[in-house]
């Protein structure tokens, strides 16, 4: 064995003893609150993939889609159609679209109604809620009594959030919070939304 080899069999040997380690550590099980926030893309889609995760081990999810109207989309077309996901498409458009704060408020709280009832089953082991960060921004629901109703949630269900601007208190209130940069996006330079990629 080469030195070069003989040192990386050495580094990676007590890199796997500290890996290790923290595995026997993390005994904790309990059901994760996950943000995924920034201004990047990939908030909604790494969500999805989680989705597809659950689904793949028999879980139940339930999905909240708020503020967006689109029923065309790839994600609802695939994951709308798995026996154990249950897809809601809870908004009107984007702000910029609707013009209407009232109603965006009166759309938002029937949609947080249909979140707060997965919320309080059991039998959803992951719920994503979609693009909820603006209807709390916004004030569109009371974000105490919304934040609240996630924390009671049962004790094994997993929660995932999206959407921009992450406030503290939901920050606060996750297990895990993810921040998605914005270093260079294709619509920028004039590329139109591209399907099986933004649709």
């Not at 908004?91 to 109604?113: K, L």
């Not at 294709?186 to 590329?191: D, K, L, T």
Request: proline residues 3%; charged residues 25%.
């Amino acid at each position: 064995m080469t030195d070069q080899n003989q040192h990386h069999k050495q580094r990676m040997e007590r890199k796997k003893a500290v890996i290790d380690a923290s595995i026997a550590q993390a005994s904790a099980d309990k059901g994760l609150l996950l943000v995924l926030t920034g201004n990047g893309k990939g908030k909604s889609s790494s969500a999805f993939g989680m989705v597809g995760r659950a689904l793949g081990h028999g879980l139940k999810v339930g999905v909240c889609q708020f503020i967006k109207s689109r029923t065309d989309t790839g994600e609802e077309a695939f994951f709308g159609k798995q026996p154990n996901c249950e897809w809601h498409v809870l908004g009107d458009g984007f702000t910029w679209d609707t013009q209407d704060r009232e109603q965006d408020i009166a759309t938002s709280q029937r949609g947080w109604e249909i979140a707060r009832k997965m919320l309080a089953d059991p039998a959803y082991d992951l719920v994503v809620l979609d693009e909820l960060t603006y209807l709390l921004n916004y004030a569109y629901l009371d974000a105490e009594q919304a934040l609240a109703d996630i924390a009671a949630r049962p004790p094994m269900q997993h929660v995932v959030v999206t959407g921009r601007a992450a406030s503290p208190a939901l920050r606060e209130l996750a297990d895990t919070v993810s921040e998605i940069v914005d270093e260079k996006h294709a619509f920028r330079a004039g590329v139109q939304a591209q399907k099986g990629i933004d649709l």
